[in-house]
């Protein structure tokens, strides 16, 4: 795979935080249903710096592919 794909490919994935068990997703002046008015994460520390700022809990990374719309994975991250 040629780096012009691979940069395509990391642009197409969305890091975000979401609560646990629902649909709302985390922005920095609260939550929202509407991932794309949530705040992206460059990687999992910064994800993880944003639940200790915020004091977060039950908050799970997912991953989502902006082409297909839907999460990709998710795992507890705080």
């Not at 710096?49 to 990374?61: I, Y």
Request: glycine share 4%.
């Amino acid at each position: 795979m040629n780096q012009l794909n691979t940069a395509t490919q990391m642009q197409a994935v969305k890091r975000l935080l979401r609560r646990n068990g629902s649909s709302e997703f985390f922005r920095e002046d609260g939550w929202t249903e509407n991932p794309e008015e949530a705040k992206t994460y460059c990687d999992v520390l910064e994800a993880a710096d944003a639940c200790a700022r915020h004091r977060l809990s039950n908050v799970e990374l997912t991953l989502r592919i902006e082409s297909r719309g839907c999460d990709l994975f998710c795992t507890l991250i705080c």
